[in-house]
């Protein structure tokens, strides 16, 4: 019995300091990254298409494995239909006509693939570049904050019927389908008029809608674009963009949990780019502000700067904040790891730094590494209220400067990292650097 106490003793607390271990960033017992992502999808080759997707799929219809598909120029899933996709089966966009896929108001996509099948949007190049093809688009009918609640995408996507981009509506809980298991790889296409495709945009999409274990790569545009609706991703993986990781707004009301955006100063656009902007219009006087605010959830992110020598890369002006925090927004984050920013969160010069936009704007039990300043407000050069604010013991919040070999289980492993945080490495400090010669 007394064997059977001390076993069961060292298990529970094998158990507890596992737990303590992922408190903050993304958790798991295990690395969930793990046979279902790639983080060197370039050397990967799909074969020659067999099957051609092209106009309007306006009945239900299903990918199968055993062929690879075409995007060939814009298409659209119309009239209701539901387009449902096998685990494992390959869709290359094509580089000639920028191929994407919208999902229109109403249809459905049910992508569900599984972490030893997942399934693969990708280049139809050999050689793949960003921004090579278009990108998938999901619209929905839940709610925005605009005028009408209803909007249409602005990204010049060739159809005969604006229906087939229009987005937005009244239920909360719509349903579009399921993305599970998917990656999304060398999108954003580039247009004179229109700028940048992202590589999967979320318009007006409801809470029934199914987004985890979804990973865009190499994207030319934003990874990950919400634009209203109310949506739950998790287990959602931006890995080297050129635009922002995660961009919210027109009142979009979302929680993103358990997640992780990599960025590279070599590949991030030196004109803004982040790991998160949260925004609740572009243009003031187009939002209703009879309507809900965006509002953003966050908990267990994992949101670093993948870089050589981070010092250098600041000083020549190639790493920019992780968060940006825009005006009449509500953003909350908690249990999270932002590694390796100049600085770490920029709100908005329109934020009025009262009690009212401070409870609004929440970090708790964060922990920020070998950021060069932590939370500034854009254009001020003195921010030691805000880190005071922030920095006192109500938020639990953690400032440190560890590298990132001692800070990460295995961040450097190329292809199957490891970005669970290693709580017993950390060496705490106010300040990774030294500020005193900054200009700014």
Known sequence: MKKFIQTALFFLLTASLGFAQQEKGITGYSNWLNTWTDFKPSTLRHGEPTQILSGKISKDTKLRKRDVYLLLGDVFVTNDATLTIEPGTIILGDFKTKGSLTITKGSKIIANGTQTDPIVFT??????KQGDWGGLFVLGDAPLNIFGNVSSLNYGLETSSTESIAYGGTDVESNSGILNYIRIEFAGKRTKEYGYFNGLTLAGIGNKTVVENVMVSYCAG????????????EKVVSYRSNQNDYEFNYGAQSQLINSLAIRSPYISSPTGSRCIVVKSYDIKEEADTSKKETFVNAE?????????????DISMGLVQEAIYIGADVSFSINRSVISGFYPAVVMDNMIQLNN?????????????NNCKGNIYRKGFTNNDDLESWYGSRAFDNLYAKGPDDETFIDAKNSRDPDFRLQVNRIIASNDFFDDDDDDD
């Open 222 to 233: 934003n990874s990950i674009n919400v634009m209203g609706g109310t949506t739950i991703l």
């Open 300 to 312: 267990n992110l994992t949101l670093v700067t993948i870089s050589e020598d981070l010092k250098s």
């Open 356 to 368: 009212e936009n401070l409870e609004k704007i929440q970090f708790t039990k964060t922990y920020f």
């Open 123 to 128: 280049s139809s190049r050999s050689n793949k």
